[in-house]
Nanobody, 121 residues
Framework: QVQLVESGGGLVQPGGSLRLSCVAS????????MGWFRQAPGKEREFVAA????????KYADSVKGRFTISRDNAKNTVYLQVNSLRPEDTAVYYC??????????????WGQGTQVTVSS
């Protein structure tokens, strides 16, 4: 089992940027597809982005395409989510996720504790 620890959240003004990080430990990081979900107050968790363990293929939710970028550094056991052009509706707890399947749909096997992103003026 891999353990995930997120960081990088915070309060940012609309139009601003953040870089979220997630450090993994416990199992070979390079064998996991990594991703990000988010949950806004009163809403269900939703998929944000994912990056596969092979070839680094990426997938994004339509709502973040062109604004968010997922990347990974296998040497540092870290996955990043660069979030740009933030909007108030991006306010949520962002969760790092991991799974041994290539590009899971539905439930992912491992979740971090989350990091809060608040977009407000």
């Amino acid at each position: 089992q891999v353990q995930l620890v997120e960081s990088g959240g915070g309060l940012v003004q609309p139009g601003g940027s953040l870089r979220l990080s997630c450090v993994a430990s416990g199992r070979p990081f390079s064998t996991y597809t990594m991703g990000w979900f988010r949950q806004a107050p009163g809403k269900e968790r939703e998929f944000v982005a994912a990056i596969s363990w092979n070839y680094g293929r990426t997938k994004y939710a339509d709502s973040v395409k062109g604004r968010f970028t997922i990347s990974r550094d296998n040497a540092k056991n870290t996955v990043y989510l660069q979030v740009n052009s933030l909007r108030p509706e991006d306010t949520a707890v962002y969760y790092c996720v991991a799974d041994l399947r290539l590009m899971p749909s539905g439930t992912w096997s491992t979740w971090g504790q989350g990091t809060q992103v608040t977009v407000s003026s």
